[in-house]
């Protein structure tokens, strides 16, 4: 077992109405998935929150089905959990990349994720971080969430539009009043 270095750890935010959480998995290396996926869910339940599951193909997939349900459904947030070990190619960095790069893209738009897909240089390193008893790594991308979802709660109202473009309701025209529906 690897001891990891003591950390800060923000205490559990509180809410006045239930919390819906997405996680969404990768489930390549299934027990260190299954694992994360043991975490992230025992600390969504300890805030009060409901989850759903829903496994991608891959690492790459999370980000994408993370934009599908927001576009397409009604959740607080999103976990995503997943693993990357490094291989002898340079696919472990374009993986490691391009899905936590998509992730925190989503996350300047407004969504509420936790990024708990491990980028690791070997097996044992993804097991002693995805171990409830150890690292819990997929509890901690639950919590960070959870606590995105907090701060989205206490700073106002929740916005639909995802991607570049404002859903077409938030687009004012020149000479348009937003209160005046005839101008």
Request: glycine fraction near 12%; aromatic fraction near 6%; charge should be negative.
């Amino acid at each position: 077992m690897a001891t990891a270095e003591q950390h800060y750890i923000l205490p559990r935010p509180e809410f006045d109405k239930p919390v819906k959480i997405l996680i969404v998995r990768a489930p390549y290396y299934k027990d260190i998935g299954d694992n994360l996926l043991q975490g992230a869910t025992a600390e969504i339940e300890a805030a009060g929150g409901t989850w759903e599951l829903v496994d991608v193909p891959g690492a790459l997939e999370v980000p994408t089905a993370i934009g599908i349900a927001e576009r397409m459904s009604n959740f607080d947030g999103y976990v995503a959990l997943g693993c990357v070990i490094r291989g002898e190619t340079t696919h472990y960095e374009t993986v490691c990349n391009d899905s936590s790069r998509a992730i925190q893209l989503l996350g300047l738009q407004g969504l509420c994720i936790g990024n708990g897909i491990l980028t690791v240089e070997n097996r044992k390193q993804a097991e002693v971080r995805a171990d409830v008893e150890d690292q819990n790594k997929g509890g901690g991308a639950a919590a960070a969430a959870l606590h995105l979802v907090a701060l989205g709660r206490k700073w106002g109202g929740q916005r639909k539009g995802v991607g570049f473009l404002p859903d077409a309701d938030e687009i004012q025209f020149a000479g348009e009043l937003k209160d005046n529906p005839t101008a």
